[in-house]
């Protein structure tokens, strides 16, 4: 199976300030990893498919990038409503799996 | 819209069966691509994969927990059924279904509680 570290676990953050959050798998999958937000008490939302192919109607200051083992989320200039958890999946091989999950709070 | 709802019982005991419903609208399991998938989330803690059925009725499950996951679909009631045997307090948490398209997970139910206890 493949397990996806991400890293780090938390990050404190002041309001406009990039973000940056790490995701690397245990093997080689393409570009075949997803972003996830999950505010508290919601179901997880999609943000990023495909390692960088934005999804319509979120914001633009998300961005993805990577391929093969690593894998990066960008927020640029956070806001005060992206506080959340953050978490990668991939779907290269099955069983599909997630991250750990990295909590993003504002300082 | 799509959309989806999880059903099922709130608390079960050690050791009973668990049988939770996923029921969608807006959008059909018969049409080729789609997806309805499983997923939980301890309290606190991350996402899990646990079970995954196709339109073609195709069915993959977690490696550590597929010998007690069974995952089937009604289409004509539109609903995907997970059962997970022998339940344990480390199986607590909130069960989560979710559709998608081939390789996605797209859109995503409410969650349903389940507390595990004697």
């Known amino acids: 199976d493949i397990v996806l570290k991400q890293s780090p676990d938390l990050q404190s953050v002041t309001p406009k300030e990039r973000v940056t959050i790490t995701c690397r798998a245990s093997q080689r999958i393409g570009s075949s990893l997803q972003w996830y937000q999950q505010k508290p008490n919601q179901s997880p939302k999609l943000l990023i498919k495909?390692?960088?192919q934005s999804i319509s109607g979120v914001p633009s200051r998300f961005r993805g990038s990577g391929s093969g083992t690593d894998f990066t989320l960008t927020i640029d200039s956070l806001e005060v409503e992206d506080a959340a958890t953050y978490y990668c999946q991939q779907s290269a091989g099955l069983p599909f799996s997630f991250g750990g999950g990295t909590k993003v709070e504002i300082k | 819209q799509v959309t989806l709802k999880e059903s099922g019982p709130a608390r079960v005991n050690p050791t009973q069966t668990l049988t939770l419903t996923c029921t969608y609208s807006?959008?059909?399991?018969?049409?080729?691509?789609?997806?309805v998938t499983w997923i939980r989330q301890p309290p606190g803690k991350a996402l899990e994969w646990l079970a995954r059925i196709d339109w073609e009725d195709d069915k993959f499950y977690s490696t550590s927990l597929k010998t007690r996951l069974t995952i089937f679909k009604d289409t004509s009631k539109k609903e995907v059924v997970l059962t997970m045997t022998n339940m344990h307090p480390v199986d607590t948490g909130t069960y989560y279904c979710?559709?998608?398209?081939?390789?996605?997970?797209?859109?995503w139910g409410q969650g349903t509680r389940v507390t595990v206890s004697s």
């Open positions: 495909f390692g960088s």
């Open positions: 979710a559709q998608g398209s081939y390789d996605l997970i797209e859109n």
């Open positions: 807006g959008f059909s399991l018969e049409s080729h691509g789609m997806r």
